[in-house]
């Protein structure tokens, strides 16, 4: 089944709606998103010294654009390089912004009801897990809106079934990306 959007639209969507992409982490966390999409969709690829390689530099969506054009400039590059980047030049603003301009004018409480179904019958119930939705959770629980949008006994369900899909292929790229972040919280705190 094709998605109708990206991770990376679908995070948008669920951040936006709870305003909380002022903060520099959704900005980052949408930046990896946009890649975690390019690699699923053959677009980059994720070699075993985890450096990113372009493999076809054309994408219809504006943010994964920006993004191809930045990662296409800088060959063999860590992922853990790329977010530094990120962070230290501000761009992830605006990655963040190109990915939910759009969705913006759409009917945003809809969708992010219809997201937040997608994951519950995914990851609480006996539906097939798409790795994408499981990506995505990652990046909620990173932000900590899983309780925003589940209950607390839902919200607990999901933080094991997550907790157990860690052995999942996209877990790699999340943790990549979650531990760039937390080693730049650090620096930033440090100063």
């Known amino acids: 089944m094709k998605r109708q959007l990206t991770v990376a639209q679908e995070f948008g969507i669920l951040v936006y709606r709870n305003k909380i992409g002022l903060l520099y982490h959704p900005k980052l966390l949408t930046v990896g998103a946009v890649i975690y999409d390019l690699i699923s969709s ?3 690829e994720l070699d075993n ?8 530099n054309f994408s219809e969506i504006e943010s994964e654009q920006i993004v191809l054009k930045t990662l296409s400039k800088k060959k063999n590059r860590k992922l853990f390089l790329w977010i530094v980047w990120y962070y230290v030049t501000f761009n992830s603003k605006s990655v963040y912004q190109a990915n939910i301009c759009k969705l913006k004018s759409s009917n945003s409480i809809s969708t992010a ?24 959770s990652f990046l909620l629980k990173k932000v900590n809106l899983l309780k925003k949008y589940f209950s607390k006994y ?3 369900d999901l ?11 996209c877990y790699k790229v999340y943790s990549i990306i979650s531990k760039s972040i937390t080693i730049l919280d650090i620096a930033v705190m440090s100063h």
């Open 154 to 156: 839902e919200s607990e």
């Open 49 to 56: 010294k985890n450096r990113i390689n372009v493999i076809n």
């Open 159 to 169: 933080n094991k079934t997550i907790n157990r899909l860690k052995n999942e292929e």
């Open 42 to 44: 053959g677009k980059v």
């Open 113 to 136: 009801e219809n997201i937040v179904q997608k994951i519950r019958a995914e990851l609480l119930e006996d539906g097939n897990i798409y790795e994408g939705t499981v990506f995505l």
